[in-house]
């Protein structure tokens, strides 16, 4: 999997003219070192849609995924970035019902 070019995807598949004006994907990196992922949801099919807390403890592969009530908001080790996006891409997929909207 491209987990990369799939978030890509369902990036380029939210954008309507509108929505990409005030929301979108940022990533940014933690000092403690790892990475911050944060994806807004308003205005996309996952909005009202349950997310169940992924939290995996360990020195350099943790990882901490959440919702709030507008974004999915990751958290993980300096290598974990791929995973982070990969949770976000497994929930998206558990919701996506358009046959020509699908992720890969």
Not at 1 to 25: A, T
Not at 82 to 89: D, K, R, T
Request: hydrophobic share 35%; charged share 25%; net charge negative.
């Amino acid at each position: 999997m491209n987990e990369l070019q799939d978030l890509q995807d369902w990036y380029g598949h939210q954008c309507n003219g509108d929505w990409e004006h005030s929301y979108g994907v940022c990533i940014e990196t933690l000092d403690n070192p790892g990475w911050l992922l944060k994806i807004d949801v308003v205005g996309t099919p996952l909005e009202t849609k349950p997310f169940e807390k992924v939290e995996r403890p360990g020195e350099l592969d943790w990882i901490n995924c959440q919702r709030s009530e507008t974004q999915f908001v990751a958290a993980g080790g300096s290598k974990m970035l791929p995973a982070l996006i990969s949770v976000f891409l497994d929930w998206a997929r558990t919701f996506d019902q358009e046959p020509n909207n699908s992720l890969s």
